[in-house]
C-alpha cells in the first residue's frame, strides 16, 4: 500500500468507529454489533480494508498490546470487597453457572464442529463472558424489573475479567503442551506459565499501586504511567516465560484495584476511554480478517452451535445459580434469554488464534468467526426479542417513570422522600460522601459519583427512571447532566435549578436555557431559595384533593404563598410542576408544595375543621 492508501484506510477506520458508536447510542445497541459489520463490510465483503496489507508485521503485535491493555482495564473493575453484595444469585452465575456455560459450548463444538477437545474447550471460555458493554444498552431497551436488571448487570461487570482469567488459563495449557510431548512437562511448563503470570501481576500491581499511594508521581502523570507499566509488565512477563502476558496483565489489575488507599478511579476512567478507542478500531480490523467462506463451509451446524448456546448453556447456567432462590419462573425464563456475548470473547479470542493458528493446531483459523457468529447472533436475537418476551411475561417495568437526582443535599433528599411518597422510584447521585451517606441513612438509593461520567454510563442502573431532577447547587453540574441525558429522557423530561450565581449572570455569562432544562416549581426556584426555605422551617407538604376539598379551595388556602411541585393524578402518572402549569387538578389527585410554616398551619386547621 502507498502512503496516500494507508492515510484513507486510518482515516476511514476513525470515522466508521465514531459512526459505529454514535448510532450504537442513538438506537441503544451493543457498539459491538456495529463494529463488526462495518468491519465485515468494509475487509471480506467490499475488499476496501486490508489489516494485513495496512500494518504488515506490526499488525499482531499492536492485536496483543491492545487486547492486554483491554483485560487490564476490565481487572480493573473486579473488586473482592463487592463480592458480597452482589447477592447469592450472581456469585453463582459467575462461578457454577460460568463453567457449566463453559462445559455445555465445549461439548457442542466438539461434536457439531469436530474441534479438537482442547480447542473445544478454549471456545468455551471464551464465550461464556457477556460484559457490560452489550448488557447496559440491551437493558435500557428492555427494562426489566429491578431484580433481574440488577443480577443481570452485576454478572457483566463480573464474568469479563473471570472469564478472561480462565481463557488465558486454557490457552496457557495448549500452548504448554505443545512445548513438550510428556504430560508431566506439559504441566510442568503450565505452571510456569502460570506461576510468571502471577508472579509479574501482583509485583507490577503492587509496585504502581505503591508509586499511588506514596504520591510519588504528580497526578498528570498517572495515566501515562499506569499505560507504560502495563505494557512493561506485559512484555516482561512474555519475555520471561512465552505467552504468560495476558494473564499477568489481568493479576495486576485486580491487584492494583484491591490494594488499600489506592484510588483507581482516574486510572479506570482513561483506561475505559482508550479501551472505547482500541475497541472500536480493533473490532473493524479483526472483522475486516474474517474468512467468510471458511465461516460459511461450516454450513448449518453454526446454527445448531448457537441454538445450544441459546436454549440448553444459558438455561442451565441459570437453573444451577438461582436453584433455591426467591426468583419465580417468570424471572428466570428472562434471565435464561439474556446474555450477549461482548467484547472480551472478540478481543481474546483474535490473538488466541492467530497464535494457534501459526502453531498448526487445527481448527484455529475458525476460532475467531465463530465467535464472532455467536457475538452478532446473540446481540440480534435478543435486541430483538427481549422486550417482548420481558413484556409477555409481566417483568418489564412500565414506562419509566422515575427520577434521577443530581445531588444528595439536604434540599435534594427532601424532595426524594417526597417523591417516595407518591410511590416514584428515585436514585440519587453525589460525589460528595457526607451527603451521600446522609441519603442512605434516610434509606434512599444512591450512586456515588458524577452522573455524567464513563463509569456512570457502564454502572449507573437507569431502570425505571424517565425523568431528571437536577438540585444540585453546581449550575455547570445541573446543565451536564441535562445534556448528558437528554437523549436518554427527552428533552420534555429535563427539570432544574438554577444556581443564585446564574440567576446574577449576564447572557453571555449563564448557560443557555437549551442546556439546563426546564425550571422547576410553579414559582422559579433558585437552589439557595429551596435550600433557605426548607432549613427555615418550610416542608414539603402533601394534600390530597377530594370532592370537599378540591382544587378551587387548594389555590383560595394557600394562593401564591405555596410552591407547587408535583402533581400525582387518579391514576397514578406523576408530573413535575413547572411555571404555567397548565393542567386543572381534580378530586384524587396528590399534590406536593413547599410549604411556608404558617400556611401549613392554617392548611392543618382547614383539614381539622372540614373533619
Given amino acids: 500500500m502507498n502512503e496516500q492508501q494507508i492515510f484513507l484506510a486510518i482515516g476511514g477506520i476513525g470515522a466508521a468507529a465514531l459512526a459505529c458508536q454514535w448510532l450504537a447510542w442513538r438506537l441503544r445497541l451493543p457498539a459491538i454489533l456495529f463494529l463488526l459489520l462495518s468491519g465485515i463490510l468494509a475487509g471480506p465483503i467490499l475488499g476496501w480494508l486490508d489489516p494485513q496489507a495496512l500494518f504488515g508485521p506490526l499488525l499482531f503485535p499492536l492485536v496483543s498490546l491492545a487486547v492486554a491493555l483491554i483485560l487490564f482495564e476490565g481487572s480493573l ?3 473482592f470487597g463487592e463480592w458480597h453484595e452482589i447477592g447469592s444469585v450472581v456469585r453463582r452465575l459467575v462461578t457454577l453457572g460460568a463453567l457449566a ?31 457490560p458493554t452489550v448488557i447496559a444498552p440491551m437493558l435500557r431497551v428492555v427494562r426489566p424489573k429491578a431484580s433481574i436488571a440488577n443480577i443481570l448487570r452485576w454478572e457483566g461487570i463480573v464474568i469479563d ?4 482469567l480462565l481463557a488465558v488459563v486454557v490457552y496457557s495449557y495448549i500452548v504448554a503442551s505443545d512445548q513438550a510431548t510428556g504430560l508431566l512437562l506439559s504441566l510442568r511448563i503450565f505452571a510456569g506459565v502460570i506461576l510468571c503470570g502471577i508472579a509479574f501481576g501482583l509485583a507490577g500491581g503492587w509496585l504502581f499501586g505503591q508509586l499511588l499511594r506514596r504520591h510519588w508521581l504528580p497526578e498528570y502523570l498517572h ?32 491487584c492494583l484495584a484491591n490494594l488499600k488507599g489506592v484510588d483507581v478511579e482516574p486510572i479506570l476512567h482513561f483506561k475505559e476511554n482508550l479501551s472505547v478507542l482500541l475497541i472500536s478500531a480493533l473490532f473493524i480490523l479483526l472483522a475486516a480478517r474474517l474468512d467468510l467462506q471458511a465461516l460459511l463451509a461450516l454450513g448449518p451446524a453454526v446454527l445448531l452451535l448457537l441454538a445450544v448456546i441459546q436454549f440448553v448453556a444459558r438455561p442451565l447456567c441459570v437453573a444451577l445459580s438461582t436453584f433455591g432462590s426467591g426468583l419465580g419462573w417468570r424471572e428466570r425464563l428472562l434471565l ?3 446474555a450477549p456475548r461482548g467484547i472480551v470473547a472478540a478481543a481474546v479470542s483474535a490473538i488466541f488464534a492467530v497464535r494457534l493458528h501459526e502453531s498448526g493446531h487445527a481448527n484455529a483459523h475458525l476460532l475467531v468467526p465463530l465467535t464472532f457468529a455467536v457475538i452478532i447472533g446473540t446481540v440480534i436475537l435478543q435486541s430483538a426479542t ?12 412500565p414506562a419509566p417513570s422515575g427520577f434521577l437526582i443530581v445531588g444528595a443535599n439536604r434540599a435534594a433528599r427532601a424532595v426524594a422522600v417526597a417523591l417516595q411518597q407518591l410511590g416514584c422510584r428515585v436514585l440519587l447521585t453525589d460525589s460528595s460522601w457526607e451527603n451521600i451517606s446522609a441519603a442512605r441513612m434516610d434509606n434512599l ?13 457502564a454502572h449507573l442502573d437507569l431502570v425505571g427512571l424517565g425523568c431528571l431532577l437536577a438540585l444540585s447547587p453546581a449550575g455547570e453540574l445541573n446543565a451536564l447532566a441535562c445534556m448528558r441525558f437528554r437523549h436518554e429522557f427527552g428533552r420534555h423530561r429535563l427539570y432544574s435549578l438554577a444556581s443564585s450565581l446564574e440567576s446574577r449572570l449576564g447572557d453571555k455569562h449563564r448557560t443557555s436555557l437549551e442546556h439546563r432544562g426546564q425550571s422547576f416549581g410553579s414559582q422559579p426556584l433558585t437552589y439557595t431559595q429551596l435550600a433557605n426555605r426548607l432549613s427555615q422551617g418550610a416542608e414539603l407538604y402533601t394534600t390530597t384533593l377530594t370532592k370537599g376539598f378540591g382544587w378551587a379551595d387548594y389555590q383560595a388556602l394557600h394562593g401564591e404563598r405555596a410552591n407547587l411541585l408535583f402533581a400525582r393524578t387518579a391514576e397514578g402518572w406523576v408530573h413535575v410542576v413547572t411555571p404555567g402549569f397548565a393542567l386543572e387538578p381534580q378530586p384524587g389527585w396528590v399534590l406536593v408544595a413547599l410549604v411556608e410554616p404558617e400556611v401549613a398551619c392554617d392548611h392543618l386547621s382547614a383539614k381539622t375543621a372540614e373533619a
Fill in 77 to 79: 473493575t473486579l473488586r
Fill in 101 to 131: 456455560t463453559g462445559a455445555v459450548i465445549a461439548v457442542a463444538t466438539h461434536y457439531l464442529l469436530d474441534f479438537p477437545w482442547p480447542m473445544a474447550v478454549l471456545f468455551g471460555t471464551l464465550t461464556l463472558v457477556t460484559g
Fill in 161 to 164: 475479567p473471570i472469564g478472561a
Fill in 223 to 254: 495515566n501515562l504511567a499506569a499505560l507504560a507499566v502495563v505494557l512493561g509488565v506485559f512484555i516482561a512477563a512474555n519475555l520471561t516465560v512465552h505467552e504468560s502476558g495476558l494473564l499477568a496483565v489481568t493479576v495486576m489489575g485486580m
Fill in 336 to 338: 435464561s434469554w439474556i
Fill in 386 to 397: 427481549a422486550r417482548p418476551l420481558a413484556r409477555l411475561l409481566k417483568v418489564a417495568e
Fill in 445 to 457: 438509593p444512591t450512586y456515588f459519583g458524577n452522573p455524567a461520567s464513563q463509569h456512570a454510563d
